[in-house]
């Protein structure tokens, strides 16, 4: 889902065909995710999430990620958290950070992400219910919020938010210009 989200608000590549892929993989991944974790012997479930990701992986090669995988890399890398997960645990607070620039296109994907909420209001007025929609996911499927559960400490997000900032490609890439501090920040808040 990440992969389709950082895709679709791309600030370099997003096109067409990247929107396309990504819209299908988040229809697909949304409506079938928490059938696929609560009932794992459910093959079409299961089918439609592999299709998902592969649609999403067309997505992001197509228009590539941003500043929830760089601010993930240093949660896998250093804290040994697989990589869904260490993207998750960034997700919401990126998504509040970019929310000024992207909230047009969070919107857009909040109507195929989540077909059965009925989302009224400005774009800023869903996207904002959009991040909460995918954080009320998170606790459902039972991951970790926090990145204290996952074995980070508080002394350590300095060293994080300096490690994010190498991944120059993919902060380039994000639509908010996002700075160390604000790095910092996030690792603060999802601390
Ligand atoms: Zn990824």
Known sequence: MVHAIESYTGKNKKNK????????????????????????????????????????GISFANSPVAAVHALAYPIGGHFNVPHGLSNSLVLPHVMRFNLPIASKYYAELAMVTFPNIDFKGSDEDIALKYIEEIERLIKKLNLPTKLRVVGVSESDLEMMAEDAMNQERLLNNNPKKLKKEDAYNIYKTAF
Not at 24 to 38: R, S, Y
């Open 17 to 56: 065909i990247s929107d396309a892929f990504a819209k299908e993989a988040l229809n697909l991944l949304g409506t079938n995710i928490e059938k696929a974790v609560f009932n794992g012997s459910d093959v079409k479930v299961r089918s439609n999430m592999l299709l998902g990701t592969t649609l999403a």
